[in-house]
């Protein structure tokens, strides 16, 4: 079946200090592989996609590279900010029918 | 571009009443929408998907009856909690894609619903 599996959280950093929220899915057929951020309050926006193996997606100074060897889609960032606080989930979208299954969802905290 | 927004934002109903929730794509044509139920601190559970002009195709364990929903429109979903107990209450998110299938179909959420049932 499909699944993802995310980090428990909360994770708690300090600014500017490197971030890494692992991410690994199950998954039958060929999925594409997202990273949304959810701010208190408001709903998901994409942060990031690869749609295919060794892809690498990248946006507002975050990356994440489509692993299928690992299965794996984890979500680094080299410097946080404190804007950068929020709920981060990896998510998997099948081939057909564009299924989501998302993770439990990964609460950063960054601290001043 | 890719707006979705939802309609109300937060809503209160007494029990046995019925709860219209909408989504709408804003600046795009949406073949296909989702619903969503997030319970507090959790992920996100897929309730059905539906695609313009068809009926839609729940999840296992969801109620049809319970949680109508209607895509009359490329730019409108409906989802209709029909009979509501306290137990439905929750933050239902909708989401839209352009197409209807294909790997690597972005879906873009709306900012979600809180639904509080008295």
């Known amino acids: 079946g499909n699944s993802v599996t995310q980090m428990e959280g909360p994770v708690t950093l300090s600014e500017e200090a490197f971030l890494t929220i692992n991410c690994t899915y199950t998954a039958t057929g060929y999925p594409s592989l997202f990273w949304y951020v959810q701010y208190p309050g408001e709903g998901l926006q994409l942060l990031l996609k690869a749609t295919k193996a060794d892809d690498k997606g990248s946006n507002k100074g975050f990356e994440a590279t489509y692993r299928k060897e690992t299965t794996s889609f984890h979500l680094e960032k080299g410097s946080v900010q404190v804007s950068d606080s929020a709920v981060y989930f990896c998510a998997l979208g099948t081939y057909n029918f564009n299924k989501f299954y998302f993770g439990s969802g990964t609460k950063l905290n960054v601290k001043p | 571009g890719a707006v979705v927004s939802q309609h109300p934002s937060r809503v209160i109903c007494k029990s046995g009443t019925s709860v219209k929730i909408e989504c709408r794509s804003l600046?795009?044509?949406?073949?296909?929408m989702f619903w969503y139920r997030q319970f507090p601190k959790q992920s996100l559970m897929l309730m059905a998907t539906s695609n313009e002009g068809s009926k839609a195709t729940y999840e296992q364990g969801v109620e049809k009856d319970k949680f109508l929903i209607n895509h009359a429109s490329l730019t409108l979903s409906t989802l209709t909690v029909t009979s509501a107990h306290p137990e439905d209450s929750s933050f239902y998110i909708c989401?839209?894609?352009?197409?209807?299938?294909?790997?690597?179909?972005?879906?873009?959420f709306g900012p979600g619903t809180r639904l509080t049932v008295l």
């Open positions: 989401s839209a894609s352009r197409t209807s299938g294909g790997a690597g179909d972005t879906q873009y």
């Open positions: 600046d795009f044509q949406a073949t296909t």
